[in-house]
């Protein structure tokens, strides 16, 4: 427990909306220790942003926390206030978004953007900060750091500038990124490069990751551990290699099913029937029911909690228990 | 870049001299202009040498190509009225017009740009309520009304500030200012008030739509996430991301508003362009009227290529070819 930069406990992120109350993240509970990866996987709508958000304070409103409790290195940050949060953001946690193309300002150089927010959150002069812009540059591989400080945005190709986010999340040591979709928007080619950089980082800092994305491949190279979210619940949690290889939850197994390269032989692709269900209609008991072909009585009645061995599924807790 | 310029100086070239066309054509046949330049006991061949004298009987290009010359020299002939030329005439009158009309410019930015940041960013309290009536008042309320009113208040009622007239100038140059006497300055707040009132709202609305906008890109969100506080975040990322549209609509503006000093002059008997241009209107002073189409026009044109110009330099993508390609070679 001393070791978790982040632990989250049954968080419930709700909107109100004029049709009801929807909710985006339901009963969640994670825990992501220093220097470790936790990858969240799951179908679009899943829910995974909403989560990262809920962590950083930045659900947009009507978007809010409706229960649950988020603690950051043993300090209860779920109920501070806008203010509090903000000091906490950029300092001790920090975010990186999918798309860099549109996550830095085009009329401010890098520079301009990295010093703005070391002197934002570190007491150093101007020139202090420039030099420490610089070897943040170079410490996420940036080439020729003393030409590019001084360059805009639009002068940086994609994986380049998703370093300079990456830099400006480094900005002030936090303990704690999360990378909501950080390498969707990139090249394949580029994209092992910067979770490459990330695993350093992550494992050179003694930072924890939360790695939001909905390719499993990516958490596979890079996590440590991974959750697995459907319809606003995490279906399954555990570590990476044992959830890759004897994936237990009915939707990790169609999801491993449908990826090709990780199983090994080439056996047929299989795909998961089905759509994942709006939020307006989410099914009783368990909400994978309808795509499900192992359920039993009781997934139409009661939702299924996640169990200690990381499962939230009625058919395996019988399984075990028989 | 410099294709770009200039194929933006022909585009107001061209523009111009569509303009001279529409010059010339009042200039040529609203009326007879050696009737209009004779008295009543000149011969026939007074006229007839005058008409020579004029040009009048060359072909109409002809004409219209020594309109043009003539015009690029600023010379747009004399006056009917009081046979003065009228370049000197309009020159007299231009610093009056542009000291009005820069002063409401200047007000329009510098009341315009915090309202409309403060209605976007504070949607649903009560000063942003408060500032969007006030802004529908002052879009719907005319001009003449609105000058009328701060004359009746302050002028009248309360006895502060001049009714008319442009106060005491100073003469540099050419160039007669009102900047300098505190009279020239009082004289100057109700009429650059009631000009600007317009274009306040008008710059309000646009940031305020603008803002909206921004606001909900991703790189204010990643802002935010950065840990800057809100203040940082709405009047240097996204206000900065909204000032191209207002640039552009107060270079556009500045034309209309020359345009509708027009108005304001007229209101508060400024000595300006406007006034003028209605006085010649008023004893058909045809190259008054010529000149002063010319001499608008040619603000506007001239306004709306810098503008574009302007553009180029604000916004760093929009610059040279070379730069944006961005090796690390071509750096600084
Ligand atoms: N403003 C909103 N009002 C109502 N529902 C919302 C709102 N914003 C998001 N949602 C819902 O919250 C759910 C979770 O969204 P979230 O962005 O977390 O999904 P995600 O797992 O990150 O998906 P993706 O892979 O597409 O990014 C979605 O079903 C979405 O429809
Ligand atoms: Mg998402």
Redesign the pocket.
């Known amino acids: 427990m001393t070791d978790d930069v982040l632990v989250v406990e049954d968080l419930r992120?709700e909107?109100p909306?004029r049709k009801g109350v929807?909710t985006?993240?339901d009963g969640v509970s994670l825990s992501i220790k220093r220097g470790e990866i936790l990858g969240i996987v799951?179908?679009?709508?899943?829910?995974?942003?909403?989560?990262?958000?809920a962590v950083l304070g930045l659900l947009?409103p009507?978007?809010r926390i409706a229960s649950g409790k988020i603690w950051l290195s043993g300090q209860r940050i779920d109920q501070l206030s806008d203010d509090e949060l903000r000091v906490l953001r950029g300092k001790r946690m920090a975010a990186i978004f999918?798309d860099p193309l549109t996550s830095l300002n085009p009329l401010f150089t890098v520079g301009d953007q990295l010093v703005e927010t070391i002197r934002q959150h570190l007491s150093v002069g101007k020139d202090e900060a420039r030099q420490r812009a610089l070897d943040l540059m170079s410490e996420v591989g940036i080439p020729a750091p003393t030409v590019r400080i001084d360059h805009y945005p639009h002068q940086f190709s994609g994986g380049m500038r998703q370093r300079v986010v990456i830099a400006l999340a480094l900005c002030a040591e936090p303990e704690l990124i999360i990378a909501?979709?950080p390498t969707t928007a990139l090249d394949v080619s580029i994209q092992a490069q910067i979770t490459g950089l990330l695993k350093r980082l992550c494992k050179e800092r003694g930072m924890a990751v939360m790695l939001?994305t909905?390719d499993m491949g990516v958490i596979a190279e890079t996590a440590d551990r991974v959750g697995v979210?459907y319809?606003?619940r995490l279906a399954e949690i555990g570590e990476v290699e044992a959830l890759v290889k004897t994936p237990r939850h009915p939707y990790t197994v169609g999801l491993m099913g449908a990826i090709p390269s990780l199983t090994g032989d080439v056996k047929e692709l299989s795909q998961i029937p089905g759509n994942m269900p709006?939020?307006t209609d989410i099914p009783q008991g368990c909400s994978f029911n309808p795509r499900c072909s192992r359920h039993v009585d009781r997934c139409f009645v009661e939702v299924p909690e996640l169990s200690h061995s990381g499962v939230a599924c009625w058919s395996v807790d019988e399984e075990r228990r028989s | 870049m410099l294709a770009f310029l200039l194929k933006r100086l022909l585009n107001a070239a061209f523009v111009m001299l569509a303009v001279a066309l529409l010059a010339f054509m009042i200039f040529r046949f609203f009326g007879d202009p050696v009737e209009m330049m004779v008295n009543e006991q000149a011969t026939q061949s007074d006229r007839a040498e005058l008409r020579e004298r004029l040009g009048l009987n060359d072909g109409l290009l002809t004409q219209y190509v020594r309109f043009v010359g003539n015009a690029v020299q600023g010379d747009f002939g004399i006056s009917y009225r009081n046979q003065q030329d009228v370049m000197v005439l309009m020159a007299e009158r231009f610093p009056a017009t542009f000291e009005l009309v820069i002063v409401a410019t200047v007000l329009s930015l510098l009341i315009g740009i915090p309202c409309g940041v403060l209605t976007a960013v504070y949607q649903d309290r009560k000063l942003a309520d408060g500032l969007q009536l006030a802004s529908i008042v002052g879009v719907s309320l005319p001009s003449f009304v609105v000058g009328i009113l701060l004359i009746l208040v302050f002028s009248v009622t309360l006895g502060w500030l001049p009714a008319f007239g442009r106060g005491d100038t100073v003469d540099i140059g050419w160039w007669s200012s009102g900047f300098f006497t505190p009279s020239g300055r009082a004289a100057l707040i109700l009429p650059s008030i009631s000009l600007s009132l317009f274009q306040i709202t008008l710059v309000m609305r646009l940031v305020r739509a603008e803002m909206l906008e921004v606001l909900r890109s991703d790189f204010i969100k990643f802002a935010r996430a950065r840990g800057l506080p809100l203040s940082v975040v709405h009047w240097r990322h996204a206000l900065r991301n909204c000032l191209m549209p207002v640039i552009t609509l107060t270079g556009m503006q500045i034309g209309n508003l020359i345009a509708f000093a027009l108005v304001t002059e007229t209101v508060f008997q400024w000595p300006g362009m406007g006034l003028l241009f209605i006085q010649a209107v008023t004893f058909v002073d045809i190259p008054v009227m010529a000149a002063y189409l010319m001499l608008v026009s040619f603000i506007f044109v001239l306004i709306n290529t810098l503008v574009d110009i302007t553009y180029a330099y604000v916004d760093p993508r929009l610059r040279s070819d070379a730069s944006v390609k961005g090796g690390v070679a071509n750096g600084h």
């Open positions: 992120v909107f909306t929807l985006a993240v799951g179908e679009s709508g899943a829910g995974k942003s909403m989560t990262g958000m947009e009507p978007g999918q909501d979709e939001v909905h979210m319809a606003g709006r939020l």
